[in-house]
């Protein structure tokens, strides 16, 4: 089992960068697979991108050329990069993790990232 906390969040203004981090409780951390998710409010959950046990990352289009994804695997960490951030950026993140064997899928909390002017 993993437990995951995202931090990072905040009110920044539209043009603004912001990174996400998300925490992994174990050293099993390399062994996950990483995505994120936001989630506006009154709408589903939408990925915005993952990341391989290694360093392949893949983006929605709608994020592509303005967010990256990373991962520190010596620090059970992976990190979500936003540049040119926009009103419709506003929602909470999420990271998931799922175990490359066993598909086992987990959620961290959520963090609340808002953009305006």
């Known amino acids: 089992q993993i437990q995951l906390v995202e931090s990072g969040g905040d009110l920044v203004q539209p043009g603004e960068s912001l990174r996400l981090s998300c925490i992994a409780s174990?050293?099993?951390?390399?062994?996950?697979?990483v995505a994120w998710y936001r989630q506006a409010p009154g709408k589903q959950r939408d990925l915005v991108g993952t990341?391989?046990?290694?360093?392949?990352?893949t983006y929605v289009d709608a994020v592509k050329g303005r967010f990256t994804i990373s991962r520190d695997n010596a620090k059970n960490t992976a990190y979500l990069q936003m540049n040119s951030l926009k009103p419709e950026d506003t929602a909470v993140y999420f990271c998931?993790?799922?175990?490359?064997?066993?598909?086992?899928?987990?959620w961290g909390q959520g963090t609340q990232v808002t953009v305006s002017s």
């Open positions: 998931s993790a799922q175990n490359i064997y066993t598909q086992s899928t987990y």
């Open positions: 174990s050293h099993a951390f390399p062994i996950y697979t």
């Open positions: 990341i391989s046990t290694g360093t392949k990352a």
